[in-house]
């Protein structure tokens, strides 16, 4: 009877053991589709980062005047011919900047950094908005806008 009682004691043992690995598994497997949908996530907002910015880009095309005011430090100033749309452009590149720089682990945030850095020091504009709307970006941002734009 004892021997029975042994073997019993070895398969729920065994039992035990294969419950175990399969959660453990389990674990894996979910830790694993985890990260699989973290990295789908990064790229689909990268994606989206990068064609926001692109079609920012554009509006260069679409209004070529509007392109010393943000490469050539061209001042613009409230009631002249342009100021709206030339605020709504600042706008625009102010975000696109931000949510580069709010995700490093997206895209190389050293690079990006020099390059937010150039439109806010090339860009009266973008420095006038920011400075207006600093509570609304991120530290980096206003980080290098501020370092920017007091030149």
Not at 6 to 19: C, E
Not at 43 to 53: L, V
């Amino acid at each position: 009877m004892a021997k029975d009682g042994d073997s019993f004691a070895k398969v729920i043992a065994i039992a035990s053991l294969l419950v175990s690995i399969v959660g453990l598994g389990s674990i894996i497997i979910g830790i694993e589709s985890f990260r699989q949908s973290e990295r789908a996530a990064l790229a689909d907002a990268s994606q989206r980062i990068i064609t926001d910015s692109a079609n920012v880009d554009k509006l260069f095309i679409q209004y070529p005047e509007m392109r010393p005011f943000f490469r050539e430090k061209k001042p613009i100033h409230r009631g002249d011919e342009g100021y709206d749309r030339a605020a709504a452009i600042a706008e625009l590149r102010v975000n696109a900047y931000d949510a580069v720089l709010t995700f490093p682990g997206v895209f190389e945030a050293d690079n990006w950094s020099n390059v937010a850095r150039s439109a806010f020091r090339d860009s009266p504009i973008m420095c006038e908005f920011i400075a207006m709307y600093k509570d609304n970006y991120s530290k980096a941002t206003v980080k290098i806008a501020d370092e920017a734009c007091q030149r």
